[in-house]
């Protein structure tokens, strides 16, 4: 079979073919004759579904164009709402800091003016040997800010520890939570003498022991201790904290128990130092 050969009619025949047909029908539409009236109505039944045809295309176009302007705008409003959100939560976190530390330091201020007697040096807590609890940690003054071992170390509403270790511009110190360390206490309302002992075992429920109670002493939940005037290494009146729970000891001589201490030892950021030593009269 032989194959039949296309006609291929080259383009420029066929723009110069459609440029002639709409000469044509524009001619044919500017001509006010009767005669032409069929043929103008033949050629009105065929442009015109096509006109309508041209004009819905436009108009779905020009429409996706009006879409796309508008997300284009949504999208940049999008971006801006975005960076303003962005900028108020940096605001918002930085007031909420500044309001954090404007309020500790508030605390420090009042803590300062309660124990007025004393001279302190404010310091920053820069280290802490434990992760969650503060049994011992580091201050950012030392030797040169004047500051000594065994000086009293309060933040909060009362006794935090003492100064362990001095070096000349940071100084290491020693809580009264930490394992084996004592203070010489007294009941703020008796002032019976008592032994406050730290255990971090019950650092997770905020306790200190305390032990050494006289068994007639009328010792009884909320009551207020207080650091003693015998206590060797700190001065006294500081507040300590609050009885939890008493009760006699098995010889009958003692009680013992357990103290919720008025400083929260999981969050320290300040304290104050007290740079007066307890005065031991020991040369």
């Known amino acids: 079979m032989k194959r039949r050969n296309k006609i291929l ?10 440029t002639i047909v709409c000469c044509g029908l524009i001619i044919l539409s500017l001509v006010d004759n009767e005669a032409l009236l069929p043929v103008k109505n033949g050629m009105s039944k065929v442009i015109t579904p096509i006109h309508k ?34 900028s108020l939560k940096t605001e918002r976190n930085f007031t909420a800091n500044m309001k954090s530390e404007l309020d500790r330091l508030r605390k420090l201020y009042e803590l ?18 434990s992760s969650n609890w503060f049994s011992e940690f580091t201050i950012n003054k030392g030797k040169k800010d004047g500051i000594e071992v065994d000086m009293n170390v309060i933040a909060g509403s009362g006794l935090v520890g003492r100064i362990s270790f001095v070096a000349d511009d940071y100084a290491k110190v020693t809580t009264i939570i930490n394992d084996d360390h004592n ?46 005037y015998i206590s060797d290494k700190y001065v ?13 000891d098995s010889n009958n001589m003692t009680k013992s128990g357990y103290v919720t201490p008025v400083v929260d030892f999981s969050s320290i950021e300040e304290v104050l130092v007290i740079t007066q030593q307890k005065e031991t009269g020991a040369e």
Not at 53 to 75: C, H, P, Y
Not at 114 to 119: A, G, K
């Open 53 to 86: 045809g041209l004009n819905q295309v436009g108009m779905w176009f020009s429409d996706k164009a009006e879409a796309l302007k508008e997300i284009t705008r949504l999208n940049e409003e999008n971006d801006r709402l975005k960076a303003e959100i962005d």
């Open 9 to 18: 009619i080259p383009p420029k025949y066929i723009l110069i073919f459609l």
């Open 183 to 228: 203070v010489s206490a007294k009941f703020a309302e008796s002032s019976e003498n008592c032994i406050v002992s730290g255990d971090l075992t019950l650092k997770e429920k905020n306790l200190i022991r305390v032990s050494g109670i006289n068994i007639d002493a009328n010792v009884s939940e909320g009551d207020k201790l207080i650091t003693s």
């Open 236 to 248: 006294p009146g500081l507040l300590i904290g609050y009885i939890s729970s008493v009760e006699n």
């Open 112 to 129: 300062d003016s309660l124990y007025d007697d004393y001279p302190k040096v404010a310091a920053r807590v820069i280290h802490s040997n």
